[in-house]
């Protein structure tokens, strides 16, 4: 199963249900691209990640720093809880 029809099926089957995009997302490793490598759009960009870790590392640390920038909300009572994760409220 790929990721799209693992969150698919995650959001249609329950309209509460929290979806992680990555299996067990408590630790920094591979799993999350071993999805996204099963899809063919964002294969090229796996691949190159896979032979290139500075660039990975220089884009995360890129892509954090804007991140923070935005002030993410990280609590719920910052920010809406999607009623049903297929739809904005």
């Known amino acids: 199963m790929n990721g799209v029809s693992q969150l698919n099926g995650t959001c249609s089957s329950d309209p509460?249900?929290?979806?992680?995009?990555?299996?067990?997302?408590?630790?920094?490793?591979?799993?999350?691209?071993?999805?996204?490598?099963?899809?063919?759009?964002s294969?090229?960009?796996?691949?190159?990640?896979?032979?290139?870790?500075?660039?990975?590392?220089?884009?995360?640390?890129a892509v954090m720093t804007k991140l923070e920038r935005i002030e993410v909300n990280t609590l719920a009572?910052?920010?809406?809880i999607r009623r049903d994760c297929r739809l904005p409220n």
Do not use: E, I
Not at 18 to 39: K, M, R
Not at 77 to 80: A, R
């Open 43 to 61: 294969r090229s960009r796996v691949d190159y990640y896979a032979s290139n870790q500075g660039a990975f590392f220089g884009d995360f640390v």
């Open 77 to 80: 009572t910052d920010g809406k």
């Open 16 to 41: 509460n249900a929290f979806a992680f995009l990555d299996p067990s997302p408590v630790g920094f490793h591979n799993a999350f691209y071993h999805v996204l490598y099963s899809d063919m759009r």
